[in-house]
């Protein structure tokens, strides 16, 4: 097991603004960057957290792909709907914008949708549903995202990991946080492996010849190379319904692109036919729709909340200590987290170790 190096939440959030600000993202704009990727390491998920500050923010930055100025163009716009072009700033602050928008459509005219074109990672997808359960809605995104997933019966990778995310407000101290992929794995996921020196799971990912493949930075060079794919949910082919993981994913790929008439599939692989880099161009959605149109927030929450607590007590199977609802895990690692601090890998230490020499940030390192 890796020995992690715990640092406080204050600390990596002042680098990594720092950071994001010495690159050119404005200062506003940087905080909100930080604390998505926060969020997704205050809830456990370590995959979309502050390991990919570097690779996925500050290096394409620097390499010229996606811009640190997010210029956001309205599109088109109606009383509960909304299209945005992100110009390829960063996803994280378009996406923030994008669902505050349809959370104040949705106290209006109680639901409203924003779609967005021509951006760049989001980060945690639950961050944004958690916005909209907060303002006491139900909250709902997805994004495209470059090819990863092969379709039943395939072996080429066409679709995204494409989360579809759902946040619902509960009268309990945290909201059901549904925040999945619609694949088995995302590569997120694999690239923690990578860093870690883990294997990736057999049945993950399948290979050109069909066959499951486990060597985690293997893994990664051919999925770029285009020799490898992420399997959908329930499995490579039938028996154990991939082909729900399959349909679910281009659902999410339907509505980040087509509503806003954005890029979709091969289009997203983020390098043109020369191999060179280029932007990604990726779609988001956001819909907020307000419990008080219905029958209110109250009896919503109330409602949720009885439905979550009758799972969590219904019968367990042999052996197991306890049943979980979406968004429960999370908070209980936040209340680990919330004093001892951000949990770091050697990986991760060496990238904030690279980012401050680079960058010239100077910055005293509490390790």
């Not at 794995?185 to 294997?199: H, L, M």
Request: charged content about 25%.
């Amino acid at each position: 097991m890796e020995k992690r190096t715990y640092v406080s939440w204050k600390f990596i959030e002042h680098f990594m603004v720092e950071a994001f600000k010495k690159v050119g993202i404005p200062e506003a704009d940087a905080y909100v960057c930080a604390d998505v990727l926060m969020e997704s390491d205050r809830r456990g998920i370590e995959s979309h957290g502050v390991n990919r500050f570097k690779p996925i923010y500050i290096d394409r930055i620097q390499a010229g792909i996606q811009k640190p100025v997010t210029k956001i163009d309205l599109l088109k716009e109606t009383p509960t709907t909304a299209v945005l072009d992100a110009n390829d700033g960063m996803g994280m602050v378009v996406s923030k914008k994008a669902m505050q928008m349809a959370i104040d459509k949705a106290k209006k005219f109680g639901m409203g949708m924003v779609a967005v074109r021509n951006s760049t990672h989001y980060g945690i997808a639950g961050y944004y549903a958690t916005m909209a359960s907060k303002a006491g809605m139900i909250g709902i995104t997805g994004t495209n995202a470059r090819p990863s997933i092969a379709p039943t019966f395939g072996v080429e990778n066409m679709l995204g990991t494409n989360p579809l995310t759902i946040g619902l407000p509960t009268d309990e101290e945290f909201p059901f946080i549904l925040d999945c992929a619609t694949s088995i794995t995302q590569r997120g996921k694999i690239e923690y492996f990578a860093k870690v020196g883990k294997d990736t799971p057999k049945g993950m990912v399948v290979g050109r010849d069909g066959l499951p493949k486990t060597d985690s930075n293997e893994i990664l060079e051919d999925l770029v190379k285009g020799n490898a794919a992420l399997a959908p949910l329930g499995g490579i082919g039938e028996e154990l319904a991939g082909y729900k993981g399959y349909g679910y994913a281009t659902v999410v790929e339907i509505l980040s692109a087509a509503l806003q008439a954005g890029n979709f599939l091969k289009m997203l692989t983020g390098r043109n036919e020369k191999g060179a880099l280029i932007p990604y161009h990726l779609g988001h959605f956001f819909i907020a729709i307000d419990t008080e149109a219905f029958m209110g927030l109250d009896s919503f929450k109330k409602t949720a909340g009885d439905i979550l607590r009758d799972l969590r007590n219904s019968q367990k199977s042999p052996g197991a200590e306890r049943i979980y609802t979406a968004g429960e895990k999370e908070y209980d690692i936040w209340q680990i987290r919330k004093e001892k601090g951000l949990p770091l890998t050697a990986a991760s230490k060496e990238d904030i170790l690279t980012v401050n020499e680079k960058l010239d940030l100077n910055i005293t390192l509490p390790f």
